[in-house]
């Protein structure tokens, strides 16, 4: 069993910066995959930033560069350093781990970018 504890979210301006940190527990952080998601009410969830168990990037489109996600395996913790925020970036963050077939969601963090 894998816990995820999200850290980091909060209220920015639109410019601003925020780094989201996801705490690992319960089994060996570094074989899994991991992921951040973020979902807005009424809409589904959906895939920011990925890595792989061997660091690994993929980025969806919408970051264009303003993100960058990384791991600290000795720490057994995810990043996500969120750069150039948008209004449209308000969503609850989700950390994600896989290891098929199982995966672990987080209870989520709140990010909110003002204008």
């Known amino acids: 069993q894998v816990r995820l504890v999200e850290s980091g979210g909060g209220l920015v301006q639109a410019g601003g910066s925020l780094r989201l940190s996801c705490a690992a527990s319960?089994?060996?952080?570094?074989?899994?995959?991991m992921g951040w998601f973020r979902q807005t009410p009424g809409k589904q969830r959906e895939l920011v930033a990925s890595?792989?168990?061997?660091?690994?990037?993929n980025y969806l489109n919408f970051v264009n560069g303003r993100f960058t996600i990384s791991r600290d395996n000795a720490k057994n913790t995810l990043y996500l350093q969120m750069n150039s925020l948008k209004p449209e970036d308000t969503a609850l963050y989700y950390c994600h781990a896989i290891a098929y077939p199982k995966e672990y969601w987080g209870q989520g963090t709140q990010v909110t970018v003002s204008s």
């Open positions: 890595i792989s168990s061997h660091g690994t990037t």
């Open positions: 319960g089994a060996d952080f570094s074989i899994y995959g």
